[in-house]
Each structure stands twice: as C-alpha cells, then as structure tokens.
C-alpha cells in the first residue's frame, strides 16, 4: 500500500504541474482522491496491523477472536479495491479524505466493527493495575475513530445537509479528530516500540507521559477548528480552537527539554535500525510542531490557508512521523536487524534517499506556500496564473523530491517484503499468539543482550 | 450495535467503577466533548439557518458528484489546481459559465448539461455571498484571532 500511495502522489504531482498531458488519461480530480485514500489506508490499516500484532505481547494469553480478526481484514481490503474501482469509474462522494461513493461507508463501518470485536476481547482480560500508556493510547484510538467516522457519516441526515456551512463544520470536524485518533494509535505503538527497544517500562507509565496523554486526547476533542478558520462559523469555535492549540506548545518545550536525554540514548541504540527510522520520526514531529503551532495562530492562519504550507504540514506529518513510525514498526516484528549485512545496507541506503528526498520535498512545500501567499495575501494579487507562476517552478522540485521519497522507500519496502518470507515461524509476535519471549524482551538484560549482539556483528 | 451491547457494560463499569483521577479526567473529558459537539452542530453556524435554494442545494451536489473541491477551493478548503472559488461569482455568471461550459487548458470539460451548469452557478452564486476566500487585515484583533461578519 505504502507503494502506491507513492506511485499515486509522483502522478498527482505531475499532473498537477503538467495537465494538458494528464487531462485525457489520468486526470488530477482522479489521482488527488486515490492518493489521498490509499495514504489514509495505508496510515489506519498499517497501525491496526501493528496493534492487532503487539496486543498478543501485552494482553494475557488467552482467545483474540481470529475470526473477528480475519473478517476485518476481509472486508477492510475488499473495500478498498472496490474505492479504487469506483475512483476508477469517476465515482465520488466529493468529500475531503473519505471521497469516495458514500454507500462504501457500510462495509468499512462493519470492518471496524469487527476489529473492534477482536482487539476488545484481548483488552477485557488486561491486567487492571497499572496499565501501560501505550494500550490506553490504542484503545483510545481505536474507539475515537469509529466516533470520528460516524461523525464523518452524519451527512446523510437530511438536517446536516440543509447548511452547507454545516455540514463543512461537521465534515472537518470530524477529519480533524479523526487525525488525532489515528495519532493515538500510531504514538501508542511507537510508545510500545520504545519500551521494547530501550527495555525501560517506565516511559510507558510516568506521569508526565500521562500528563500528554490527555493533553493529545484534548487537542482531538477541540482542537480542529484550524481546519476551518475561514468558514463563515461563529467565531467561537475559532477562539476555542486557538486557545487549546496553543497548548501544543508545551509538547514542544518538553520535546527541546527532553532532547540532550533522547541524543545520549540515540548514541547507544543507533546501531538498531527500528531505532534509526523511529528518531527519524521524532526530528518530523519537531519540525511539524513547529509549523503546526504557527499554522493555528489565526493571523498567521490568514497568510497560509490555501496554500501549499498546509501540503507540507499533511505530508511532513503523514511520511516523517506516521510513516517512519509504521517501518519503524513492521521492521521490528520482521527482525530487520537480523537480516544480513547487505539488506542492512540496503534498508540504510533507502532510509537515507528518503530522508534527504522527504527534507527537500517539504522545504520546496514550504517555500511554495510562502511564495503563494506572499503573491496573494502580501502583495494581493487576484490573477490565479499570475500567482502561480513562480510557484509552479518550486513545486517542480517537490516532484523530483517527490521520486526520490518513491525510490528510498521502495528500497526499503523491498527488503520488508523480502524479510516476509524469512520471517520465523514461532516468533513472539506471530499470530497464533505465542508468547515464549513475551516476558524476557522488555528487561534491560534483553536490551544490553542485542546490543552486545550487534556490537560482535 | 452488537459490540455495543456487549462491550458497553464493560465500558460503563471500566468509568465508574472507582475514583481513579485517570478515569474522572476521561469522564470529563468526553461529557465535555459531547456537550461541545451538540453546541457545535446547533450554534456553530453564524447565519442561524442557511437553507440554499433548491437550485443551489442541487448545485451543491453536482459540486460533490464532480469531485470539484479536489482541484479548488471553497473558503480556503479543498485542493491547489485551481482558484479559490468562493468568490468566483461576483465575475459575472458569463464568467463561470465560461469555464463550466469548455474547461481550460488546465482544467478538463466536465461536458456537464445546462441544468448542471445553472445549478452550480447558482451553488456558487450562494457561496460568493456567504463569506470570503480571503480574511481582511483590519479583522485581525490583539489576541491574533479574528472574527468573521457573514
């Protein structure tokens, strides 16, 4: 799927730049909602992938409802062939990030339904007392987006619809807090991942981590309201959305405050590459914060809605972070660090293409978006051409960037695949649900044994 | 609805159970949510209730059906391809009818019949007058908010 998102956006972004050669085959009105989706499937799918993976390391061992399991995945992946048919068809619901024919709600409603079932039925039998972060962060999640999602649905009473201003409130409301609901599944494996690698149990049950815990969980509930500052609405829902977003800045005053802690661990384990790709991702959600908390101060909101800043903030935040996180994921349950040296190399060697490429793809978004809203807003210009003119050669070297991110990931996604087939049979996080290692692989001994293994290698 | 009827008792029990600070904070949290959401859907909208004309309703949809939002804008939302389109209507309705009837280099030819066309000039038409593409500098206050006069 991550391919394909991929393969989309290269398209979309040169039809975009080049419509006269696209227009008859594969128009941008097409590509834009296909890449658009298969991102967010990749994104959702790819976290309940690793969650439906790690609770079988965290739940007590026991029945995790495989049917239910199966069912999802059954009806989460034929849907979504059956959206690219109907993209393919120019079929559309016209609606930002789900816009696909709205009756294909249904079957995904009832894929979650079913996942929903299967991830529950390990949750009820968690041990009560000290639960850690991580799985409150999953079942958040998980519950927030089937709410986001009914919430995306409610369109289709008649009510919503009569205001058109409604019913954009509502739809990006929804996306807004959908947003954070995957976040928090995403975060929380990430979360998982640390305490896995660093073999400190402690990170997922400090205070402070529960302190931003809530601090996220607020931000989902009222801070989406960014989305939408130029929607004629009552100018409360601007106010309340600008006042918790700006609670955002404590995250980053305790990212800078934690940074000297995060480098001195970053010497020690650097040698790990689920390490390498989940730092990577701590460097985006830095420069991501940054834009974000800029971006959600109304007067500076002025100059950049509508512009290619807010590209840059959905594709710095979808590939650097959510992206990052997910390899960062599926390269620890399929033992990338043990693969031999030359799919090491490789997997670094497309790491860094798609570092380097991501760095100048959302640098050129940035500058695009500068340039955008410096001609329209700054000098106020109104002749569409005019102002695009100079933009458009920026955004060239966002599509080059933008092959460069396809060519780094699919280096690394070719060893994934190829780790697939060595993957062992008995693993720990297999899904039959043994749990041989369950225990031993959060210790600290564990740590310092892959250490010592990778320091002979 | 069935993991609701299964899972809500546990759910329930799992929120009030005892007095653990983590709970009541995930309790306040969500009634809070709730109430902000119904306030939300009832008082959000500035103009009470802006019903469009049938004729706009329609063009409201064919907006939709088209995928129109992935190229332009409405109220600065939507994608880049194209112009925001919020205030696209007070260029004339010869203007509009222009792009919609023939596309242009950049933008393909819907070939969209003439009832289409009248519905979505009339759609746009009801945008040009609810709101603006872009906020004016002297709306910006002190505390770098603003607020918006439909």
Known sequence: MLVAVLCLGVLSAYAFLYPQYSNDVLPFYMLRPMHVSAALFWIIGGAVSCILVFRRQVFPPGNFSPRAERSFILLWVTTIGVIFGAYAMRKFGGRE???????????????????????????????????????????TGIVAFLATFLEQNLYHIPWFRDSFLRELTVQWKSNGSMVGAWNQMIYGTSLFLMVRISGNEKIAQSRSAFFFYFLGLTNLMFNWGHHIYNLPTNSWI?????????????????????????????????????????????????????????????????????THITVAHAMGTTIGIN??????????????????????????????????????????????????????????????????????????????????????????????????GKMPKEMDYNMQGRHESRQRRGTKAFAEQVMNEEAER | MLIFVTHLPTGADFLWRDSDPM???????????????????????????????????????????????????????????????????????????????????????????????????????????????????????WTGSYSIKP
């Open chain 1, 97 to 139: 990030y789900w816009a696909f024919p709205p009756w294909l709600s249904l079957p995904l409603l009832a894929a979650w339904g079913c996942l929903m079932w299967a991830y529950f039925a390990g949750w009820r039998r968690r041990e009560r007392k000290d639960t850690p972060l991580y799985v409150w962060m999953w079942t």
């Open chain 1, 238 to 306: 601007r106010h309340i959305s600008y006042a918790i977003s700006m609670t955002e800045w404590l995250i980053l005053v305790n990212i800078i405050q934690g940074f000297k802690a995060k480098l001195a661990q970053d010497r020690k384990l650097r040698h790990l590459l689920s390490y390498r790709f989940l730092m990577a991702s701590e460097y985006w959600v830095l420069l991501n914060l940054v834009l974000a908390l800029f971006m959600s101060i109304p007067a500076i909101n002025r100059y950049t809605h509508g």
């Open chain 1, 323 to 420: 992206t990052m996180i997910l390899l960062a994921c599926f390269g620890y349950f399929l033992r990338i660090d043990d693969l031999k040296a030359q799919g090491r190399k490789r997997v670094m060697k497309g790491f860094t293409i798609a570092q380097v490429s991501l760095v100048v793809f959302w640098f050129s978004l940035i500058a695009a978006g500068l340039l955008k809203a410096w001609r329209e807003t700054g000098l106020g210009m109104t002749s569409f051409d005019e102002i695009m003119q100079p933009v458009r050669i920026i955004l060239q070297v966002f599509a080059v960037a933008g092959i460069g991110l396809l060519i780094g990931l699919t280096m690394v996604v070719r060893v994934y695949w190829r780790a697939i």
């Open chain 2, 23 to 141: 709970r009541l904070v995930l309790l306040l949290l969500c009634i809070s949510c709730a109430a902000y959401t119904v306030f939300v859907y009832t008082r959000g909208d500035a103009g009470g209730d802006k019903i469009p004309s049938p004729s706009a309703r329609a063009g409201m949809d064919v907006w939709q059906a088209k995928n129109c939002q992935s190229c332009h804008q409405l109220y600065g939302l939507g994608g880049y391809m194209g112009p925001d389109l919020t205030n696209v209507a007070s260029k004339g309705d010869a203007y509009m009818r222009a792009f919609l009837e023939h596309g242009t280099s950049r933008m393909p030819n819907f070939h969209l019949s003439d009832t289409e066309v009248a519905q979505l000039t009339s759609f746009l038409q009801w945008v040009n007058q609810s709101g603006k593409s872009k906020v004016p500098a002297d709306a910006v206050d």
